[in-house]
T-cell receptor, first 113, second 115 residues
Framework: DQQVKQNSPSLSVQEGRISILNCDYTNSMFDYFLWYKKYPAEGPTFLIS?????DKNEDGRFTVFLNKSAKHLSLHIVPSQPGDSAVYFCAASGRNRDDKIIFGKGTRLHILP | GAVVSQHPSWVICKSGTSVKIECRSLDFQATTMFWYRQFPKQSLMLMATSNEGSKATYEQGVEKDKFLINHASLTLSTLTVTSAHPEDSSFYIC???????????FGSGTRLTVV
């Protein structure tokens, strides 16, 4: 049973436009959500996170939106840049520091010139 | 910031041999270390959680006798793939909670190829 789902395996976006990556989850006990960016043969890099008490968190070009009732979150990147081309993982965890992170399968983002 | 150093970054070994992967927290204490495995085009799958001074907790379907995890100190956790087979070839990544209650730091990963 996949608790964190990223239904789009890939996404292509024109440079300068907005990239929107979506994520759905099934476990209502998740309290914290994270987005990671990963280049090939490297470890994931933390991008942005959001607590379940918020519905939006913004950091520069990256904004994460959380809709708890729909168990859905999305990552917006605007404007998209060539260096944003990577695999993006949505992840979720409980409220405790040592809770494990459950990852989605990832979405490969291609930024087109 | 918090850094987790993972070694080796890549390794090729023969079938039947064992390989040890190390993860060290360089500027913080990691009482917990998560070990993940990634297959091509698939998610990061949690294999096990190691805790300093106690036995690791393995996820369902992960063979504890095959993937030996040791968390000997607050800064070092190791994963040993014993009697490796080609199907064990994968990308292994460790991660530790850091930067306060909501942070996690990942190692750079180890690409294991078993021939």
């Amino acid at each position: 049973d996949q608790q964190v789902k990223q239904n789009s395996p890939s996404l292509s976006v024109q440079e300068g436009r907005i990239s929107i990556l979506n994520c759905d989850y099934t476990n209502s006990m998740f309290d914290y959500f994270l987005w990671y960016k990963k280049y090939p043969a490297e470890g994931p890099t933390f991008l942005i996170s959001i607590s379940s008490i918020k519905d939006k968190n913004e950091d520069g070009r990256f904004t994460v939106f959380l809709n708890k009732s729909a168990k859905h979150l999305s990552l917006h990147i605007v404007p998209s840049q060539p260096g944003d081309s990577a695999v993006y993982f949505c992840a979720a965890s409980g409220r405790n520091r040592d809770d494990k992170i459950i990852f989605g399968k990832g979405t490969r983002l291609h930024i087109l010139p | 910031g918090a850094v987790v150093s993972q070694h080796p970054s890549w390794v090729i070994c023969k079938s039947g041999t064992s390989v040890k992967i190390e993860c060290r927290s360089l500027d913080f204490q990691a009482t917990t270390m998560f070990w993940y495995r990634q297959f091509p085009k698939q998610s990061l799958m949690l294999m096990a959680t190691s805790n300093e001074g106690s036995k690791a907790t393995y996820e369902q379907g992960v063979e504890k006798d095959k993937f030996l995890i040791n968390h000997a100190s607050l800064t070092l956790s190791t994963l040993t793939v014993t009697s490796a087979h080609p199907e064990d070839s994968s990308f292994y990544i460790c991660s530790a909670p850091s930067q306060g209650i909501y942070g996690y730091t990942f190692g750079s990963g180890t690409r294991l190829t078993v021939v």
